[in-house]
């Protein structure tokens, strides 16, 4: 079988904590692409925590921020791009990132999320919407209610990471990526 290489993006999407950012950077190190974690991105922009830019100028300036930067990111070529959850919340930015990425579905289910996030509070200055004392399970279920349509009707394949190393998810990924560019 040939190998073709592809100049397509590979776009993750899906809930914080679904591990987005450490299967992105797997995948990209493995088939020698750049990559590009789009909150990252907004951190170094603007030199503030997303935490702060949610506190000082609300979600919905965030928003504005994290659509100009899927913007610049859509038009590379060969990258690994992991979004922040609420990417699919503007048809505009999937817009942008189909025009040349193949949309991959992190999805989780809330126990994963839940176990992944309480365990990782090092990065909940990240995640100012699921921040709080109590109840995080309730506030992910809250917002994978909202979100799961959207999620599921803007992926090109959805990958189930439960119970799976960040290796055997990245790995899955590779697979159907380096199928949709073979040539026999
Ligand atoms: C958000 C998720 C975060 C970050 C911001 C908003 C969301 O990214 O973009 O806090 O709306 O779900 P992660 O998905 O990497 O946690």
Known sequence: ???????????????????KTTVGNYVS???????IDTDNQIILNTGKAIEDIFNEYGEEYFRVLENQIINNVSIYKRTVISTGGGV???????YSLKN??????LKAS??????NLKSNQLSSDRRPLLKGDSNLRNKIKELYKKREKLYFSNADYIIDVNNKSINEVGDEIIYIFNNLYSCS
């Open 100 to 105: 040349n990425g193949i949309i991959f579905l």
């Open 29 to 35: 190190k493995k088939l020698n692409m750049r990559f």
């Open 88 to 94: 699919v919340l503007d048809k505009a930015n999937i």
């Open 110 to 115: 809330i126990d994963t999320i839940f176990n």
């Open 1 to 19: 079988m040939k190998q073709y290489i592809s100049n397509k993006n590979i776009i993750l999407i899906g809930m914080s904590g679904v591990g």
